[in-house]
């Protein structure tokens, strides 16, 4: 395969000479600075070729390749487009590292060289850009590149290395999909999971961990208001959805600051409102679409639960009968689940980091009400412990810059998010490989 020669591969596969003299640190140091060529080139190309949620064929393809190519047994289009690659080496703990891999309709304007010029036509049949604007691109090429520095160490770990490459996080149902497909059932059941995700406001060359929820529970209510029309001269002929609307979303803005504990972090907003067709008319109804953030399984419910009840008795106050009442939809199984990240085990990665990284280069990022569907790994009757772990991939600089005149800079998600690949690609190689030799070291 054109990313990996054939002697870079013998290479990594080999022991360096005198490598038994060498600690490992150091050996690893030398393979990966030796593979940082393959590793920018795969970079470069998934980064170059994105491909949208449910449509990671190449992108896929790639990823499995670079898993055999390794020496690992690989599964491909295992739930849609996912990747399973195991290596088997004696027994221990099964260790699985996640990486994701979609890419979002956005219109690249980072001026790289390899920006993504790519267009296609979505599921829906619309035509759009597509960008790795996310750092999927980051993630797989980390990911694949410690699975190759780990094949290569066998006698230094003892266990099973299950590496997933998974679809359609960006709409967070890959994971699920692949679990459905029978993840736990057909491969080893691992007994920790990782990840990695990149981040613009952590310095490259930089890690951090954080104990507990990182990532929030999402959600989409949907909020339909019915009215009686009538003309906007005769509004007591009818009973506006406009005005009950509006006094549904400022009661719904009581739901966190006065019925929640301040320690039971949440958020809803109303992301949209739809209603009404000419000024002089009241209309019939009024969607509204909100977006709904936690943590908690029970603050969770209680969300929709308050909504409901809010809805329910604006529209009484409002006058209207029984059968007018605002119908919330909260579409199941779509939202994501939070990452509760185990605190055990991400002690144990952190100290990993620290050990091969130094104290310096490790931070602790704070939670946030962004969502990821790498929970869904650790909420099967398993449990099996989650840690993900964040890759600094912004340039120091860049980021000094950004404190001192308060601009912030291009976050994920952003048409003009772009990370540094060096030395944030070595970095995360570094990092997944000296935890997973602390995980199943022998």
């Known amino acids: 395969m054109k990313y990996f020669p054939t002697l870079l591969l013998a290479a990594l596969a080999t022991p360096l000479s005198g490598t038994a003299a060498i600690p490992v640190r150091e050996v690893v140091a030398q393979k990966v600075a030796a593979d940082y060529p393959a590793l920018l080139s795969f970079y470069t190309d998934l980064h170059l070729h994105p491909e949208l949620s449910l449509m990671e064929k190449e992108t896929s393809a790639k990823v499995a390749a670079s898993l055999r190519a390794s020496g690992y047994e690989v599964t491909d289009h295992f739930g849609g487009y996912g990747v399973v690659g195991v290596l088997k080496n004696g027994p221990g703990p099964v260790l699985l590292i996640r990486t994701d891999m979609d890419a979002l309709p956005v219109l690249e304007v980072t001026g790289l060289p390899y920006a993504s010029k790519v267009r296609v036509t979505d599921l829906s049949g619309h035509d759009v850009p597509v960008m790795q604007a996310c750092g999927h691109d980051v993630h797989m090429t980390v990911v694949t590149g410690a699975a190759r520095v780990l094949a290569s160490l066998r006698d230094q770990w003892s266990g099973t290395l299950v590496f997933v490459g998974q679809p359609a996080e960006e709409r967070v149902i890959g994971a699920r999909a692949m679990l459905a497909a029978g993840l736990y059932r057909q491969f080893p059941t691992p007994n920790f999971a990782l990840a990695v995700h990149d981040e613009s406001e952590i310095p490259a060359g930089t890690v951090a961990t954080m104990e ?231």
């Open 212 to 442: 507990g929820f990182s990532h929030a529970n999402a959600d989409t209510a949907t909020i339909l208001i019915h009215g009686i029309a009538a003309h906007g001269a005769m509004p007591y002929k009818g009973k506006d959805p406009v005005v009950l609307a509006a006094r549904i979303i400022l009661a719904l803005q009581t739901i966190v600051s006065r019925e929640l504990k301040a320690t039971d972090p949440a958020v809803v907003t109303v992301g949209s409102i739809h209603g009404g067709t000419k000024p002089n008319l009241i209309p019939a109804e009024v969607k509204l679409e909100l977006t709904l953030r936690s943590y908690s399984d029970d603050v969770r419910a209680y969300l929709v639960s308050a909504i409901r009840r809010i809805c329910r008795g604006e529209a009484i106050a409002a006058g209207l009968p029984d059968e007018l009442m605002p119908e919330v939809t909260v579409t199941a199984g779509e939202g994501a689940t939070s990452v509760y990240n185990d605190p055990s085990l991400t002690k144990r990665v952190r100290a990993a980091m620290i050990s091969w990284l130094g104290e310096d280069r490790v931070e602790t990022f704070h939670a946030s009400m962004v969502s990821e569907d790498f929970s869904e790994f650790g909420r099967t009757v398993e449990h099996v412990p989650l840690c993900i772990i964040r890759l600094g991939a912004s340039a120091p600089a860049a980021i000094a810059e950004s404190t001192r005149t308060g601009t912030p800079l291009p976050s994920l998600h952003s048409d003009k998010f772009a990370p540094v690949p060096e030395p944030t690609l070595k970095t995360g190689v570094t990092a997944l490989t000296a935890v997973a030799l602390d995980i199943l070291k022998k």
